[in-house]
């Protein structure tokens, strides 16, 4: 069976949707770890509630970005994980997880990719008066949010919306997009087209 680990710094609704599609059985993977850089946040307390074992770590508690992910990589052998899964992870990957996991890494991001990289998209999104923003799932290289994409489904900004209103749309979708990603990438008959750049 694909054992995943699903790596991500804050609320984690969408690592809860990950489980709550696996204990359906809609899930073609197994999350075996939760791994993340914010040992405070409420994504731990749901994988203790759901039994899934947590890698916790404090980025300032290493010199650099190298010799965690060395840490990392260990925990993920040790859990014999073939899958990464970034669900709101806030940190840029580094080269140690990119060359350790190549081609096995994919990321959730809230805007229609390339479109508003990097942080608080859904606010950058709402607040330049786009029409129409939307979710990406896509994999991982050394760029931010710059990876070959996966899937994408787009959500529309309404006029009456709030950034509360939109952000809870989006991740309506994302809980979705997400599970359907990582069945894609798991499904043996799927194959990847990446068009030349
Ligand atoms: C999600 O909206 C995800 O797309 C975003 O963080 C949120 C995490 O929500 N990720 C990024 O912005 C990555 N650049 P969650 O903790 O409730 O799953």
Redo the contacts with the bound molecule.
């Keep these: 069976m694909n054992q995943i680990a699903v790596f991500?710094?804050?609320?984690?609704?969408?690592?809860?949707?990950l489980i709550d599609a696996e204990k359906r059985g809609e899930l073609q993977a197994q999350v075996k770890l939760l791994v993340t850089d914010r040992p405070d946040s409420?994504?731990v307390f749901r994988a203790k509630r759901e039994g899934i074992p947590v890698f916790a770590f404090r980025p300032k508690e290493f010199e650099n970005k190298s010799q965690y992910e060395k840490v990392i990589i260990q925990k993920l052998q040790e859990f014999q994980i073939d899958f990464i899964v970034?669900?709101?992870?806030?940190r840029i990957v580094g080269k140690d997880l990119l060359e350790a996991y190549p081609n096995r890494i994919i990321?959730?991001?809230?805007s229609l990719l390339p479109a508003f990289?990097?942080?608080?998209?859904?606010e950058q999104a709402y607040l330049y008066g786009v029409k129409w923003t939307g979710?990406t799932v896509h994999f991982v290289d050394a760029g931010i949010?710059t990876g070959p994409i996966l899937l994408q489904e787009v959500v529309e900004i309404r006029d009456e919306d709030t950034i509360e209103t939109l952000?809870e749309r989006?991740?309506q979708v994302?809980h979705q997009l997400l599970v359907k990603a990582v069945n894609l990438v798991f499904d043996p008959s799927y194959q990847f087209i990446e068009r030349a750049k």
Excluded at 8 to 17: L, T
Excluded at 86 to 90: C, H, I, K, T
Excluded at 117 to 122: L, T
């Design positions: 991500a710094s804050g609320n984690g609704s969408n690592f809860q949707s409420y994504v970034l669900a709101g992870y806030m990321n959730l991001h809230p990289p990097g942080k608080n998209a859904i979710v949010d952000e989006i991740h994302e």
